[in-house]
């Protein structure tokens, strides 16, 4: 399972469609609270996480994963840059940094080398350009 956390009720839910084109099956939190109790669970394989949430920040849930040493691959995608990408390699569940707007294609490229096939037949071609 795929987890996007993202407050982008729009954007979460592209990126949801995008990799269940893919095989994948997905799961929206709106923040990092709601996605902190998705992230315990053994089937959640990676983690899409927008920085910049009400509530509970994606930097937030970040050191609330590490302190109870959850380690899901996490994909940082945001559109500021509050965090250089050494920075965000402390983070130990930190395996790529997107900026928003980026390409669909290439988060999808991404998230291919942190999760295991789907077991469903996968469609090719999803492209586009999201953005906050």
């Given at each position: 399972?795929?987890?996007?956390?993202?407050?982008?009720?729009?954007?979460?839910?592209?990126?949801?469609?995008?990799?269940?084109?893919?095989?994948?099956?997905?799961?929206?939190?709106?923040?990092?609270?709601?996605?902190?109790?998705?992230?315990?669970?053994?089937?959640?394989?990676?983690?899409?996480?927008?920085?910049?949430?009400?509530?509970?920040?994606?930097?937030?849930?970040?050191?609330?994963?590490?302190?109870?040493?959850?380690?899901?691959?996490?994909?940082?995608?945001?559109?500021?840059?509050?965090?250089?990408?050494?920075?965000?390699?402390?983070?130990?569940?930190?395996?790529?940094?997107?900026?928003?707007?980026?390409?669909?294609?290439?988060?999808?490229?991404?998230?291919?080398?942190?999760?295991?096939?789907?077991?469903?037949?996968?469609?090719?071609?999803t492209a586009g350009k999201v953005s906050k």
């Amino acid at each position: 399972m795929i987890l996007v956390v993202d407050d982008d009720a729009l954007l979460a839910g592209a990126l949801a469609v995008a990799f269940e084109k893919e095989g994948y099956q997905v799961r929206i939190a709106n923040d990092g609270g709601e996605a902190y109790q998705y992230v315990k669970d053994p089937e959640c394989k990676l983690l899409l996480l927008d920085m910049h949430m009400p509530r509970v920040n994606g930097a937030e849930l970040l050191i609330l994963m590490a302190n109870d040493g959850i380690r899901v691959p996490t994909i940082v995608v945001s559109s500021f840059r509050d965090f250089t990408s050494a920075e965000l390699k402390e983070f130990p569940n930190v395996v790529a940094f997107l900026q928003k707007p980026f390409e669909i294609s290439e988060l999808l490229s991404l998230a291919r080398k942190h999760l295991p096939q789907a077991a469903t037949n996968k469609r090719r071609g999803t492209a586009g350009k999201v953005s906050k």
